[in-house]
């Protein structure tokens, strides 16, 4: 299987405590799931609709698109602070299928 790997969100510090802070504030309150970061990552990155998520494990998501079955595997992490008010952000990804 060829794996072919691919950038992430690619925010900077500023970028990330800024969007902690909203979060905080109410804003975006799925950036605290990881599996819902995933999917918004793959339809804004992609275009798929209505993207499947699977956690691999605490940091690693699996995304299908539905409707092709292609599939990628995400890299997160908490950047900001841990926990279940930490926002999830993207690192690094990979083509599956």
Do not use: C, K, N, Y
Not at 30 to 35: E, F, G, H, K, N
Not at 61 to 66: A, C
Not at 67 to 81: A, C, E, N
């Amino acid at each position: 299987m060829h794996r072919s790997p691919f950038p992430g969100e690619g925010l900077s510090g500023t970028e990330l405590r800024e969007l902690q802070a909203a979060v905080d504030e109410g804003h975006q309150p799925w950036r605290t799931d990881a599996s819902a970061v995933a999917e918004v990552f793959a339809d804004a990155r992609f275009g798929w609709s209505a993207p499947r998520a699977v956690p691999l494990d605490p940091h690693t998501v699996e995304v299908t698109d539905p409707r092709t079955g292609s599939t990628v595997v995400l890299r997160l992490r908490q950047p900001v602070r841990t926990g279940a008010t930490g926002i999830w952000t993207v690192t690094a990804g990979v083509w599956t299928r």
